[in-house]
């Protein structure tokens, strides 16, 4: 089982949707959850972080966390073309400043 | 504000040749993580540097190599370049205490 695992997709949604992007992670101890946007031929941009159970929103982004689970999910509301990439989850396990990442899945929003 | 900056942004060498990869931190950041990421792939986890020490190492060869300056930048040597060595090399950076990580544009290097 590899430590965090994301649906290499493609998910395909039409703009104005919301987006669900799934994440799952091997080790309970897990303490600290990332999104990464990557765009094709550029470096990874950080979107979000969230620490704690629950949901966290920062504009049309929603992520949301369920440490029982061991999943953490991204939702992108009105989703626009430009949101195109490949987003990347990423966690650190407890007392680690190194995350491990997931290998992406790719979001096409089409008009 | 500047951010991440790395140097050169792209790069061919051959086999069993060396490279240096460089990388300035953001301003303010002291920390440099450096991040191996294949084609389809999520970034692999190379080394971090701290106070000019590495803190800590991911599962590569010795071969790679780095150093952080007391400006906090850093390099990244690798030794005997193997055709698998191909990829989009990415610095980050952070604030020591800090899980969360910046990047920089990456240095694309092809090996033939």
């Known amino acids: 089982q590899k430590e965090v695992e994301q649906n290499s997709g493609p998910l395909s949604v039409p703009e104005g949707a919301i987006a669900s992007l799934n994440c799952t992670y091997s080790?309970?101890?897990?303490?600290?959850f990332f999104w990464y946007r990557q765009y094709s031929g550029k470096s990874p941009e950080l979107i979000m972080s969230i620490y704690s159970n629950g949901d966290k929103e920062d504009g049309r982004f929603t992520a949301q966390l369920n440490k029982a689970s061991q999943y953490v999910s991204l939702l992108i509301r009105d989703s626009q073309p430009s949101d195109s990439a490949t987003y990347l989850c990423a966690v650190n396990r407890l007392g680690s400043y190194i995350p491990t990442f997931g290998r992406g899945t790719s979001l096409i929003v089409h008009p | 504000d500047a951010g991440v900056t790395q140097s050169p942004t792209h790069l061919i060498k051959t086999r069993g040749q060396q490279v240096t990869l460089r990388c300035s931190p953001k301003s303010g950041h002291d920390t440099v993580s450096w991040y191996q990421q294949a084609l389809g792939q999520g970034p692999q986890f190379i080394f971090q540097y701290y106070e000019e020490e590495e803190r800590q190492r991911g599962n590569f060869p010795d071969r790679f190599s780095g150093h952080q300056f007391p400006n906090y930048s850093s390099e990244l040597n690798v030794n005997a370049l193997l055709l698998g060595d191909s990829a989009l090399y990415l610095c980050?950076?952070?604030?020591?205490?800090?899980?969360?990580?910046?990047f920089g544009p990456g240095t694309r290097l092809t090996v033939l």
């Open positions: 980050a950076s952070s604030l020591a205490g800090s899980n969360e990580q910046f």
């Open positions: 080790d309970r101890g897990s303490q600290s």
